[in-house]
């Protein structure tokens, strides 16, 4: 497989998928729908739906059902860029070289665009419900969907974004069993997300599934170590974004606590891990496995 | 009926069921909790829910099926609340007499107790699921939901917030046309979600949704004119907010392009067809009639 080719191709699919179910920029609410377009368009490696559709393909899915889901992930990946990079959060004033949404929109509307994502995402994933073509499809979906909320919320992505900020803000200090947390959650949970909707689209077990879990905070954690190293040694103009900035802020991360040695040995040992896992489905697994180790592997 | 009694009755049985469904306050994401908490337990008239049960009983809805549903869409109107009151949209430091959560918690976390709201509220409701107890009920959750997700949405409550936001901090001016579209959006569109889920949930046909979707919109305007009356003759004591703020920011009201003779009459004009259109279903509708008048005639 040449992978790189490969990933182009399935980028671009999602890329496709992800247009597909995106809202017609009409009506009052023209401008908040423009909102959700700039942020969803702004360039983004579709890391999430592609995985998504690798694990639906993995475990024999077949046909557009996946489709909803892929969209949908985007869009709260997308929704909590766009919150995170407020003011009243990180502050960003730039995201993939461009300037943020609330730089574009103002801060109110930059909420609401968030907010429009967010309730879209569900709007879309909820109309997978009238592609399922019999009664364990429809469980499938509602199995999906709940997936998709649980990881989102306060148990996911939210519950590692709150102890996030409430060190950042509130100054409790972070000790490493806090960072775990924060990076099993904050870039884990959506991840578990795409390996796990995929998946249960397509009918894996309970069992798969909680191996799936494993597959993604291992990669996820993994990932955002990776972020932390790079933040010391990466390249600005690769990353697209302000780099020195955890130093800066005198933010604790991986390599603060552990030291750049062990922040690498890390990476390395999770990345393995979740190679050894996913191999071990004994399932057609090349591409992610690739794609896992390209991920944590990356240079920017 | 002594529709006080019967209300209040509706409203601590609404009050039970939100408390049930809420998530309990522990781990690293315990302070975004406590907000969820504090921002939902914070004296709401609970109004959305005890729509939503009563319709569901109307159309012969039994059982606990609309529970989950009651619970999500006061974490939906919450939601909205939470992110309305930031200093980048309304400003507002006062919610029914108490600090609002961004002068509680601090802006990140306000930004994230709503969105923390929002996707728990799309769990709770996707938890409805495992109490259908047939093909039949799974497809009216299905429906259930596809209403909740549009009508919170960029086709509903936040279209009808872009609308305002975008005439407030960007001077779109606000004539006749934009006022009633985000008077029946913003306001309408979570009436529409309370009156309509509950009856596509005991199995109202699309015939009666549709009916039930004008009598929520109908009342949801006449409810905002209200407000605007309210705006300039209500007492402060009683409404627990800031009165005369809309005058103070020289925002265009109902009241200010109609002025209050007019304003009054359509209050009355719009209650009295909501009435007569909900007494057209044949159905036990005494409550729900009542509820709609107190509403609309409602001094605070």
Known sequence: MNFKEELAGRVEEAQQVIS????????????????????????????????????????????????????????????????????????????????????????GMAVLAGDALLNYAYETAAAAFDMARDGEEMKRVVKALQILARKAGIYGMVGGQTADVESEKNNVPIDAERLIFIHRLKTGALLESAFMVGAALAGASDEELATLSEVALKTGVAFQIQDDILDVVGDEALLGKNIGSDEESGKETY??????????????????????????????????????????????
């Open 20 to 107: 597909k179910y995106m809202p017609e920029s009409t009506g009052y609410q023209k401008v908040v729908i423009d909102a959700m377009h700039d942020s969803v368009e702004a360039g983004g490696k579709r890391l999430r739906p592609v995985i998504l559709g690798a694990t639906y393909r993995m475990f024999g899915g077949e046909g557009e059902l996946a489709e909803p889901f892929m969209a949908a992930l985007e869009m709260i990946h997308t929704y909590s860029l766009v919150h995170d990079d407020l003011p009243a959060m990180d502050n960003d004033t730039l995201r993939r070289g461009k300037p943020t949404t609330w730089v574009s929109y103002g801060e």
């Open 255 to 300: 390599v603060t606590i552990y030291g750049m040695d062990k922040a690498r040995a890390d990476v390395a040992l999770l990345s393995e891990q979740a190679a050894t896992l996913i191999a071990s489905f004994g399932r057609e697994c090349e591409f992610l496995t690739m794609l896992i180790k390209s991920l944590v592997e990356r240079a920017f």
